[in-house]
């Protein structure tokens, strides 16, 4: 019986099938169909569904207003022959995360289809750039807007978007949309159809204004997605430059942060704000050789709204740029200022170790000083610094080609 069960186990990141649909066509053409990354927050940490074969969960989504076609497929299901057991309710699971008002047949979906002509992006343009596509041999045309939930139909719009986050973000919830302090900022692609121009949705950032006293605000990135069949093309740094740009001309602005940021957006903010910076006095090869300095934190606050922290990281990729490596007073000068902030840390437990040897007795240091191998602090710290030359090598690469 177990044997048998377990083949009416599906594993839910292959069953959801997702499409961004601009033509009838798309709805056949499996080259459209792009995965989950993750489905855990939906079906459970195993991202499994039970009691179906051959499921496919179907959430197609016209490309420009998202309007949903949802449907399930299977080539079979438990029953009553299989004792006291029940297939998953994928239905009622899905319904918890897309809002009312999708298709269930594929002919309604191709009839609002027809209507997307109509569709035009919301709030007020920020910025248009050009993308070439080597598919096409042509420069795609992309824009970027900001919006609210004062722009009409935004509010319905937002709900169908945001359901992506439950797919592409591990930790993603959605938002409270009554609170007035989000900004929502919206990539668009341009495209022909039928002698038309119309616009299909290709990600978009939610940002938090946090108030500081007494009379500023703190920008706070809160969720960023490019959706995957725009992934790799420079969205992203064209979005959180832009983003950027648009707070950095708000005199209450004091600075621009993330909230809990991945490991990805690190790497691509780190790209974005050293573009930003490269041009700034403070930055320029002769003060990078003299150290980080208070005025780079002043300059960069002040013009850029970026903050020390980032500051920080923002000199030592520029600093790597202008030392030679290859020389070794300059890649050992280089080495000492970037461990001298890494250590940190390791400092911090020293002198708690200095503490625990006052207070603590024989027995009880001995087991705190085995969690404190300083040689292995030593190994971590050369780990840590090799890994943030690797990622700022990166950044400075992608700069070079920018």
């Not at 033509?23 to 053409?29: A, K, N, Q, T």
């Not at 005199?251 to 704000?273: G, N």
């Not at 980032?310 to 000068?333: C, F, K, N, P, W």
Request: include cysteine; glycine fraction near 4%; aromatic fraction near 12%.
């Amino acid at each position: 019986m177990e044997k048998k069960l377990a083949e009416y186990k599906c594993n839910t990141n292959e069953a959801i099938q997702l499409k961004l649909v601009r033509f009838p066509e798309d709805l056949e053409d499996y080259n459209t169909t792009f995965n989950p990354e993750y489905s855990h927050q939906v079906f459970g940490d195993d991202e499994v569904a039970f009691g179906y074969k051959g499921l496919k969960i179907l959430l197609y989504y016209i490309a420009g207003n998202l309007s949903t076609l949802f449907r399930i497929e299977y080539t079979s299901k438990v029953n009553e022959k299989f004792d006291c057991v029940e297939a998953d309710d994928v239905e009622s699971k899905i319904r918890e995360i897309i809002p009312p008002g999708f298709c269930t047949n594929t002919d309604d979906f191709v009839s609002l289809l027809e209507k997307e002509v109509n569709f035009k992006p919301f709030g007020m343009l920020l910025h248009t750039y050009s993308v070439h596509n080597e598919e096409a041999g042509e420069d795609i045309t992309y824009q970027i807007y900001k919006a609210d939930m004062t722009c009409p139909g935004f509010q319905e719009y937002h709900e169908r978007l945001q359901t992506f986050l439950m797919w592409f973000i591990e930790t993603a919830s959605f938002i409270d949309i009554d609170d007035e302090r989000w900004n929502y900022f919206l990539v668009f692609e341009k495209y022909n159809k039928d002698g038309a121009t119309l616009f299909a949705t290709v990600g978009y950032m939610t940002v938090y204004n946090y108030y500081v006293y007494p009379d500023k605000t703190r920008p706070r990135v809160s969720q960023m997605l490019i959706l995957p069949p725009f992934q790799g093309e420079g969205h992203g740094a064209q979005l959180l430059e832009t983003v950027h740009r648009y707070y950095m001309s708000s005199p209450t602005v004091l600075d621009i942060t993330a909230e809990d940021p991945s490991d990805s957006y690190v790497k691509l903010r780190d790209f974005v704000l050293v573009k930003l910076c490269q041009d700034l006095l403070c930055f320029s090869p002769e003060k990078l050789m003299q150290g980080f300095s208070q005025e780079m934190v002043m300059e960069a606050q002040q013009k850029l709204k970026i903050n020390k922290q980032h500051t920080r990281r923002v000199y030592e990729i520029l600093r790597l740029r202008a030392t030679d490596m290859g020389d070794a007073e300059q890649s050992r000068s280089y080495r000492l200022d970037v461990k001298r902030r890494l250590i940190g840390p390791y400092k911090k437990k020293q002198r708690e170790l200095a503490k625990m040897r006052r207070c603590l007795r024989p027995e009880e240091l001995t087991n705190q000083l085995n969690q404190i191998d300083l040689n292995m602090q030593h190994e971590q710290l050369e780990e840590s610094f090799q890994q943030l030359v690797s990622d700022y090598r990166r950044v400075l690469e992608r700069l070079a080609q920018a």
